[in-house]
Nanobody, 126 residues
């Protein structure tokens, strides 16, 4: 059974850092694409960052480029999102998702991602 468990959210002051984890089970992350998406109150969910297990290519939205870093640990079957220099506008529920189609493409296209984790709340205070 494919499962994704997102964790690591919390409350942080602006300028602070958090690291989100997405622990996968039921498949090997090294063969597929994993994406992080977020949804702020009153807004649509959108792509934040993605990584392809095939060639480790990555995608970052313009709003997080240079501040967030996505990485993976195949031994732990986990994908991380290191978030630095956090801003109040980063406040959202963050979801990780898996695209189990091949080839794996690091792209923030929600309909490509068949499996979703439960979300973790990130709140950045000003």
């Amino acid at each position: 059974e494919v499962q994704l468990q997102a964790s690591g959210g919390g409350l942080v002051q602006a300028g602070g850092s958090l690291r989100l984890s997405c622990a996968a089970s039921g498949f090997t992350i090294g063969r597929y694409a994993i994406g992080w998406f977020r949804q702020a109150p009153g807004k649509e969910r959108g792509g934040v960052s993605c990584i392809s297990g095939w060639d480790s290519s990555t995608y970052y939205s313009d709003s997080v480029k240079g501040r967030f870093t996505i990485s993976s640990d195949s031994a732990k079957n986990t994908v991380y999102l290191q978030m630095n220099s956090l801003k109040p506008e980063d406040t959202a529920v963050y979801y990780c998702a898996a695209d189990l189609d091949l080839p794996p493409v690091a792209a923030p296209i929600e309909k490509w991602y068949e499996y979703w984790g439960q979300g973790t709340q990130v709140t950045v205070s000003s």
